[in-house]
């Protein structure tokens, strides 16, 4: 009876399916070069019977009896379509169809469907049909996030932290230099002289659309690949005009009740205006004392606008621009301490005021010349300044060895401190289509200007004197070396012109080659200058620790043997003929760097069947590096020329397979090197308050790095915004560069390749998920989380004798400087809906365990940077269409930032050459509330 029913069953449904037809297509589109276009809706007209495109832009509609239907393809702010399509039994009938804007549609409108690429769901598809593992956040995610810069963007995605306190980004436990910035695809030069990478805070959310880290390395990347690469993807607009505006304010709790002060010469917007003056001429007509820097209240304004012109050849031309402008007053107290194998100088008591700001303007042009031809031009500008005026040892108990009348108390010093940068970023970018072969190229140029003008640091004695209000103890001027006063002028300047081609030649349906080049020119030069001020009567009392410029100004200057003047001004290089006394003179330390990369690659995208696809790929890359320096510190070595040349060969072999429609698996494997930048190579040290940093000629001796990488990851997107994944990860790295702290007198931080391999290994978990949707399917209650662990291991070398620099160590393994064993992120968002108003409220969370910041020589401990918890609250209202008010709330459980070194006496509080002056402090909460309006 059981035989009967399925042969029935079989009988009937063959009859039915012979008896009905199907439609199914696949939408495009047009606006994206014609790539896949989901979420679409399609209606059968005159009944209720609907769907939407999927992720792969197919949709489909099954058992249809035969005749004819009317098929209306809709998408928000797109042309809607109707398409008469006439259904036989038996077959299917396939209607693919390319959508395009609706140049009727409202702004507010087109600007939805704009920001396509920007969205959640959109980049999730975009992570899954990728051949490489990558994942992104976009502008959709940031501002419902409260995140205002790419560096905030990227610490959101597992496996990656930022350092609390500085721009540091560390991905699965590699920081900067194991990692790459590009902006749409093309490299970004660095603006710190200590920093391979470019600060991602100066890349405010205005002008991106999304930020991607690629974690596996596939063949159109750099051969200089380890951690990652952080993709930037610049704003553009399509459509028919849009106008928006916002201003807001806020303020940090640390930092509202203080009198905030800057350098003297700067500017409210963060602009110094003497860089064509020589430094001396400067420091004999303006003084020292930090100058009032107004209430310390936050500001940020800017503006977007963007339009659309079409042409009647079919042709268009999309305008966009934004500009913005915030600043930021932070207030930092805590300790400066230097602590090698002995204290040297100690501060408990020291306070930091920072006045911050960023200004930002990007401007491009999208010219599409029809649907196979598309020619992009993107501008961008920034200038970002720091101005920080550190007082240290403001208890009077300030401790330094050195000091000359009492090394237990009274050591103080006050360091004044602007830095600005200055970018300029052109980029020239094309996607031609013709037939089987699709042309996609870029060029840009690249030119940066960072400058610190004029920092000035004075040294005291006895500065409990100046806490006791008696006039006849007062504290005077520590001048062990004419140098424990002084002016500091340095000047870096970077030049670049980067270029990508990729030709991609769609052989069949199932193979595709991509062949293309990459270029990189790139140059650096870099000079400083110091001028000291040497006190000729070092009895002489300060009798106002607040008014130094009464002392060194013209009246003061010591000029010849009787004028009885206080000081007298010393350089160290002198113009040939000159005095080193009381004249200019020549830069102090100088290098130029040159970077020539030139490289071909090759890969073949290969769809063994629907569910396998298995990319392998080699890349050809010369590498030709030098750096030409002329230092002080090294004496009669400091004038040098250090190169490297290496042709690499490094294959890659990238494999997806399929599951199902809505699950992944991949596995990649990859050869990389990681080559020494040039701030680790110069042997300039770089002196702050408690720490020195400088590099390591010996570095471009081997020149590079092997790295041998693994990857395996699990996918499933289970809806258009939910996902869950599961990632392993392996790398091996050969001859190893670790930061390390020198035992020596002066505790120097180099950089040294510390023994012969690396490990790291570890694994992924991140989970989005739709607690409660509404009718539309769209989330009102939602949760994220990842998390990574890692364990790092490297052997370390007993010695290292270089020719420039050695170092020691009394063990012979240890973790990966910084690497964290754990890292989480979590956020839970809630978006219910009254009416026209439509709040959002976010909480967002992450954290990472204590990783090494330094490594110990020697006897010494290393430096640890301490966990750090994070809390943010964001509530984004929006009171209609074109009104919004925010709310955020930032660091609300206000962590302590402290970095320690690791002792045979217990742990010790020191202070990073990577983070602030201070350390063990506190930073404040971040209150703010903005206003958007769209017009």
Same mark, same amino acid.
């Given at each position: 009876?059981? +035989?009967?029913?399925?042969?029935?069953?079989?009988?009937?449904?063959?009859?039915?399916?012979?008896?009905?037809?199907?439609?199914?297509?696949?939408?495009?589109?047009?606006?994206?070069?014609?790539?896949?276009?989901?979420?679409?809706?399609?209606?059968?007209?005159?009944?209720?019977?609907?769907?939407?495109?999927?992720?792969?832009?197919?949709?489909?509609?099954?058992?249809?009896?035969?005749?004819?239907?009317?098929?209306?393809?809709?998408?928000?702010? /797109?042309?809607?379509?109707?398409?008469?399509?006439?259904?036989?039994?038996?077959?299917?009938?396939?209607?693919?169809?390319?959508?395009?804007?609706?140049?009727?549609?409202?702004?507010?409108?087109?600007?939805?469907?704009?920001?396509?690429?920007?969205?959640?769901?959109?980049?999730?598809?975009?992570?899954?049909?990728?051949?490489?593992?990558?994942?992104?956040?976009?502008?959709?995610?940031?501002?419902?996030?409260?995140?205002?810069?790419?560096?905030?963007?990227?610490?959101?995605?597992?496996?990656?932290?930022?350092?609390?306190?500085?721009?540091?980004?560390?991905?699965?436990?590699?920081?900067?230099?194991?990692?790459?910035?590009?902006?749409?695809?093309?490299?970004?030069?660095?603006?710190?002289?200590?920093?391979?990478? #470019?600060? %991602?805070?100066?890349?405010?959310?205005?002008?991106?659309?999304?930020?991607?880290?690629?974690?596996?390395?596939?063949?159109?990347?750099?051969?200089?690949?380890?951690?990652?690469?952080?993709?930037?993807?610049?704003?553009?607009?399509?459509?028919?005009?849009?106008?928006?505006?916002?201003?807001?304010?806020?303020?940090?709790?640390?930092?509202?009740?203080?009198?905030?002060?800057?350098?003297?010469?700067?500017?409210?917007?963060? /602009? &110094?205006?003497?860089?064509?003056?020589? =430094?001396?001429?400067?420091?004999?007509?303006?003084?020292?004392?930090?100058?009032?820097?107004?209430?310390?209240?936050?500001?940020?304004?800017?503006?977007?606008?963007?339009?659309?012109?079409?042409?009647?050849?079919?042709?268009?031309?999309?305008?966009?621009?934004?500009?913005?402008?915030?600043?930021?007053?932070? /207030?930092?107290?805590?300790?400066?301490?230097?602590?090698?194998?002995?204290?040297?100088?100690?501060?408990?008591?020291?306070?930091?005021?920072?006045?911050?700001?960023?200004?930002?303007?990007?401007?491009?042009?999208?010219?599409?010349?029809?649907?196979?031809?598309?020619?992009?031009?993107?501008?961008?500008?920034?200038?970002?300044?720091?101005?920080?005026?550190?007082?240290?040892?403001?208890?009077?108990?300030?401790?330094?060895?050195?000091?000359?009348?009492?090394?237990?108390?009274?050591?103080?010093?006050?360091?004044?401190?602007?830095?600005?940068?200055?970018?300029?970023?052109?980029?020239?970018?094309?996607?031609?289509?013709?037939?089987?072969?699709?042309?996609?190229?870029?060029?840009?140029?690249?030119?940066?200007?960072?400058?610190? =003008?004029?920092?000035?640091?004075?040294?005291?004695?006895?500065?409990?004197?100046?806490?006791?209000?008696?006039?006849?103890?007062?504290?005077?001027?520590?001048?062990?070396?004419?140098?424990?006063?002084?002016?500091?002028?340095?000047?870096?300047?970077?030049?670049?012109?980067?270029?990508?081609?990729?030709?991609? &030649?769609?052989?069949?349906?199932?193979?595709?080659?991509?062949?293309?080049?990459?270029?990189?020119?790139?140059?650096?030069?870099?000079?400083?200058?110091?001028?000291?001020?040497? #006190?000729?009567?070092?009895?002489?009392?300060?009798?106002?620790?607040?008014?130094?410029?009464?002392?060194?100004?013209?009246?003061?200057?010591?000029? $010849?043997?009787?004028?009885?003047?206080?000081?007298? #001004?010393?350089?160290?290089?002198?113009?040939?003929?000159?005095?080193?006394?009381?004249? =200019?003179?020549?830069?102090?330390?100088?290098?130029?760097?040159?970077?020539?990369?030139?490289?071909?690659?090759?890969?073949?995208?290969?769809?063994?069947?629907?569910?396998?696809?298995?990319?392998?790929?080699?890349?050809?890359?010369?590498?030709?590096?030098?750096?030409?320096?002329?230092?002080?510190?090294?004496?009669?070595?400091?004038?040098?020329?250090?190169?490297? &040349?290496?042709?690499?060969?490094?294959?890659?072999?990238?494999?997806?397979?399929?599951?199902?429609?809505?699950?992944?698996?991949?596995?990649?494997?990859?050869?990389?090197? $990681? #080559?020494?930048?040039?701030?680790?190579?110069?042997?300039?040290?770089?002196?702050?308050?408690?720490?020195?940093?400088?590099?390591?000629?010996?570095?471009?001796?081997?020149?590079?790095?092997?790295?041998?990488?693994?990857?395996?990851?699990?996918?499933?997107?289970?809806?258009?915004?939910?996902?869950?994944?599961?990632?392993?990860?392996?790398?091996?790295?050969?001859?190893?560069?670790?930061?390390?702290?020198?035992?020596?007198?002066?505790?120097?931080?180099? /950089?040294?390749?510390?023994?012969?391999?690396?490990?790291?290994?570890?694994?992924?978990?991140?989970?989005?998920?739709? %607690?409660?949707?509404?009718?539309?399917?769209?989330?009102?209650?939602?949760?994220?989380?990842?998390?990574?662990?890692?364990?790092?291991? +490297?052997?370390?070398?007993?010695?290292?004798?270089?020719?420039?620099?050695?170092?020691?160590?009394?063990?012979?393994?240890?973790?990966?400087?910084?690497?964290?064993?754990?890292?989480?992120?979590?956020?839970?968002?809630?978006?219910?809906?009254?009416?026209?108003?439509?709040?959002?409220?976010?909480?967002?969370?992450? &954290?990472?365990?204590?990783?090494?910041?330094?490594?110990?020589?020697? +006897?010494?401990?290393?430096?640890?940077?301490?966990?750090?918890?994070?809390?943010?609250?964001?509530?984004?209202?929006?009171?209609?269409?074109?009104?919004?008010?925010?709310?955020?709330?930032?660091?609300?459980?206000?962590?302590?930032?402290?970095?320690?070194?690791?002792?045979?006496?217990?742990?010790?509080?020191?202070?990073?050459?990577?983070?602030?002056?201070?350390?063990?402090?506190?930073?404040?909460?971040?209150?703010?509330?903005?206003?958007?309006?769209?017009?």
């Amino acid at each position: 009876m059981k +035989q009967l029913i399925i042969v029935f069953t079989l009988f009937t449904t063959s009859f039915l399916i012979g008896q009905t037809g199907s439609i199914a297509g696949k939408l495009l589109d047009k606006e994206y070069n014609n790539e896949p276009l989901p979420f679409a809706n399609v209606l059968i007209k005159g009944t209720t019977t609907g769907t939407t495109s999927d992720i792969d832009g197919l949709y489909i509609f099954e058992n249809l009896s035969p005749g004819d239907y009317t098929l209306s393809f809709s998408f928000v702010g /797109y042309e809607t379509q109707d398409v008469l399509v006439k259904v036989v039994a038996g077959k299917v009938t396939t209607v693919n169809l390319t959508m395009g804007a609706s140049a009727a549609s409202l702004d507010e409108v087109v600007i939805t469907t704009t920001t396509r690429k920007e969205s959640e769901a959109a980049l999730l598809l975009d992570q899954k049909k990728a051949v490489e593992i990558k994942q992104s956040i976009g502008a959709e995610e940031l501002s419902r996030k409260g995140v205002s810069n790419a560096a905030s963007a990227v610490a959101k995605i597992s496996g990656v932290s930022k350092q609390e306190g500085s721009s540091n980004v560390y991905v699965r436990g590699l920081g900067d230099r194991y990692l790459n910035t590009t902006m749409n695809s093309l490299s970004l030069p660095s603006n710190d002289v200590n920093k391979k990478n #470019i600060n %991602l805070d100066l890349f405010s959310s205005d002008v991106i659309e999304s930020v991607s880290i690629s974690k596996a390395y596939s063949s159109k990347f750099y051969g200089d690949f380890s951690a990652g690469n952080v993709d930037i993807v610049s704003k553009d607009y399509k459509g028919t005009g849009f106008f928006e505006a916002f201003t807001g304010s806020g303020f940090n709790s640390n930092a509202v009740n203080k009198n905030f002060v800057r350098s003297e010469g700067t500017g409210y917007f963060g /602009y &110094y205006g003497r860089y064509a003056h020589n =430094p001396f001429a400067i420091i004999l007509s303006h003084g020292i004392d930090p100058e009032d820097a107004g209430t310390p209240i936050n500001i940020v304004y800017g503006a977007s606008a963007g339009k659309s012109f079409n042409f009647k050849n079919g042709s268009r031309l999309s305008l966009f621009a934004t500009g913005s402008f915030e600043n930021n007053y932070e /207030y930092r107290k805590g300790a400066a301490i230097d602590y090698t194998l002995v204290e040297k100088k100690a501060f408990d008591e020291a306070e930091e005021y920072e006045y911050s700001t960023t200004t930002t303007a990007m401007a491009n042009a999208n010219y599409r010349i029809d649907d196979n031809n598309t020619l992009k031009y993107n501008s961008l500008f920034i200038n970002n300044s720091s101005d920080v005026v550190g007082y240290f040892g403001v208890d009077g108990n300030g401790r330094s060895r050195d000091a000359i009348l009492d090394t237990e108390q009274g050591f103080y010093q006050m360091n004044v401190q602007f830095d600005q940068t200055r970018m300029f970023v052109n980029q020239l970018q094309g996607e031609h289509k013709s037939g089987k072969l699709n042309l996609d190229w870029g060029i840009g140029y690249n030119v940066v200007y960072s400058k610190q =003008p004029d920092r000035k640091r004075i040294s005291l004695e006895n500065y409990q004197y100046a806490l006791d209000n008696d006039p006849n103890t007062n504290p005077t001027f520590y001048s062990n070396v004419v140098f424990d006063n002084q002016r500091y002028f340095q000047s870096i300047e970077d030049e670049e012109l980067n270029s990508r081609i990729n030709f991609a &030649y769609n052989a069949s349906e199932n193979i595709k080659l991509n062949f293309g080049y990459n270029g990189r020119k790139k140059e650096r030069n870099f000079e400083n200058i110091r001028y000291g001020y040497d #006190i000729v009567n070092t009895t002489f009392p300060v009798t106002n620790v607040n008014d130094f410029n009464s002392i060194f100004n013209l009246e003061n200057l010591n000029i $010849s043997s009787d004028s009885n003047g206080i000081y007298e #001004i010393k350089v160290i290089n002198t113009i040939p003929t000159l005095s080193n006394t009381n004249r =200019p003179g020549l830069p102090e330390n100088t290098y130029k760097g040159s970077l020539n990369i030139h490289s071909a690659y090759i890969d073949k995208e290969i769809k063994a069947s629907e569910k396998w696809l298995i990319v392998p790929g080699i890349r050809i890359e010369s590498l030709d590096q030098k750096i030409a320096y002329d230092v002080i510190n090294l004496g009669n070595s400091g004038e040098d020329e250090k190169r490297f &040349y290496k042709n690499f060969y490094l294959p890659s072999l990238n494999i997806k397979y399929s599951l199902t429609d809505e699950q992944n698996l991949r596995f990649t494997a990859s050869q990389t090197v $990681s #080559i020494p930048e040039f701030k680790e190579i110069a042997p300039f040290v770089y002196e702050d308050v408690t720490t020195r940093i400088g590099g390591n000629p010996d570095l471009l001796e081997k020149g590079f790095s092997e790295i041998i990488n693994v990857d395996l990851k699990y996918e499933w997107f289970f809806s258009k915004n939910e996902l869950l994944s599961l990632a392993a990860f392996g790398k091996q790295i050969k001859d190893p560069v670790n930061l390390v702290v020198g035992a020596d007198a002066t505790g120097t931080q180099r /950089y040294f390749r510390t023994g012969d391999k690396a490990t790291v290994y570890g694994f992924e978990v991140e989970l989005r998920k739709n %607690l409660i949707t509404d009718e539309n399917d769209k989330s009102k209650l939602s949760f994220g989380v990842n998390a990574t662990y890692m364990h790092t291991e +490297q052997d370390l070398y007993t010695q290292i004798d270089g020719e420039t620099y050695d170092v020691s160590f009394n063990k012979d393994k240890e973790d990966l400087q910084g690497a964290s064993p754990l890292l989480i992120n979590a956020d839970v968002s809630y978006s219910p809906i009254f009416g026209k108003y439509k709040p959002t409220a976010n909480l967002i969370y992450s &954290y990472f365990s204590d990783r090494i910041d330094a490594l110990g020589s020697g +006897q010494l401990g290393n430096v640890i940077e301490k966990s750090v918890s994070t809390l943010d609250f964001i509530w984004k209202n929006n009171i209609n269409d074109k009104f919004e008010i925010n709310f955020s709330a930032k660091n609300l459980l206000n962590p302590s930032v402290k970095y320690i070194r690791e002792t045979t006496l217990g742990n010790v509080v020191v202070n990073s050459a990577n983070g602030k002056g201070v350390s063990d402090y506190k930073r404040g909460m971040d209150l703010g509330l903005q206003l958007k309006y769209k017009f």
